[in-house]
């Protein structure tokens, strides 16, 4: 059973750069694909790119291509998403997830965080 906890949302202009976290414990952190999701109001929830156990192979979402990127330090049981050049589109709450495989479905991760909210102003 992993435990996943984000943190690092917050208040932030449309422009500007914000850094998540995601600690886990639990588990063998290093074992897992570890993923981003987020969910804006009245939205459904959607695959922001995912990272996989060794960290050699990331995947995102077009809406987050270039802008954002996942890193993991799996000696530190966290895995990040920095997020620049961000924008009004990008306010959602922020769940990190677990899962064996590389998928794009929610169904594909078997652990989830309680969510962190980012919020972008203009």
């Known amino acids: 059973q992993v435990q996943l906890v984000e943190s690092g949302g917050g208040l932030v202009q449309a422009g500007d750069s914000l850094r998540l976290s995601c600690a886990a414990s639990?588990?063998?952190?290093?074992?897992?694909?570890m993923a981003w999701f987020r969910q804006a109001p009245g939205k459904e929830r959607e695959f922001v790119g995912d990272i996989s156990s060794t960290g050699s192979s990331t995947t995102y979402a077009d809406s987050v291509k270039g802008r954002f990127t996942i890193v993991r330090d799996n000696a530190k049981n966290t895995v990040y998403l920095q997020m620049n050049s961000l924008s009004t589109e990008d306010t959602a709450v922020y769940y990190c997830?677990?899962?064996?495989?590389?998928?794009?479905?929610?169904?594909?991760?078997?652990?989830w965080g309680q969510g962190t909210q980012v919020t972008v102003s203009s």
């Open positions: 997830a677990a899962g064996w495989a590389i998928g794009r479905a929610r169904r594909a991760y078997d652990y």
């Open positions: 639990g588990g063998t952190f290093s074992r897992y694909v």
